[in-house]
C-alpha cells in the first residue's frame, strides 16, 4: 500500500522560511523521479519542483531561485526548502512521481500560508 505523508507546513511571513517533507512508504521511491505540487483553491495542482533519480533538478520559473527539492533515498523522504516566501505562495502543497504517469495515491497534503 502506498502512503505519501506531507508535513511542514505552517503559517510564515513574506520573506521567511519553510522546509516540507514527504515520507513515502510501500513503494520503491528511489526508483522514480519526484516532485512537489501546489494547488489553492479553484485551481489545478501546479508542479513547482521536480527530481530525477540522478538528482537533477528543475523548477517552474515562480520558484526558481527560492526554491530547493532534496531527496533522501535512504529515508524514503523528500523535501523542498522554500524560502524568500511570497504571499503567492500560499497553497496546499503535495508530493508524487513527477511526471505523473502512473501516479501514486495522493497524501494529504500540508498546508502553507505566507501572510503578514
Known amino acids: 500500500q502506498v502512503t505519501l505523508v506531507e508535513s511542514g507546513g505552517g503559517l510564515v511571513q513574506p520573506g521567511g522560511s519553510l522546509r516540507l517533507s514527504c515520507a513515502a512508504s510501500?513503494?520503491?521511491?528511489?526508483?522514480?523521479?519526484v516532485g512537489w505540487y501546489r494547488q489553492t483553491p479553484g485551481n489545478q495542482r501546479e508542479l513547482v519542483a521536480t527530481i530525477t533519480t540522478s538528482t537533477n533538478t528543475n523548477y517552474v520559473d515562480s520558484v526558481k531561485g527560492r526554491f530547493t527539492i532534496s531527496r533522501d533515498n535512504s529515508k524514503n523522504t523528500l523535501y523542498l526548502q522554500m524560502d524568500s516566501l511570497k504571499p503567492e505562495d500560499t497553497a496546499v502543497y503535495y508530493c508524487?512521481?513527477?511526471?505523473?504517469?502512473?501516479?501514486?495515491?495522493w497524501g494529504q497534503g500540508t498546508q502553507v500560508t505566507v501572510s503578514s
Open positions: 508524487n512521481k513527477a511526471p505523473l504517469t502512473a501516479a501514486w495515491a
Open positions: 510501500g513503494i520503491s521511491f528511489r526508483l522514480s523521479a
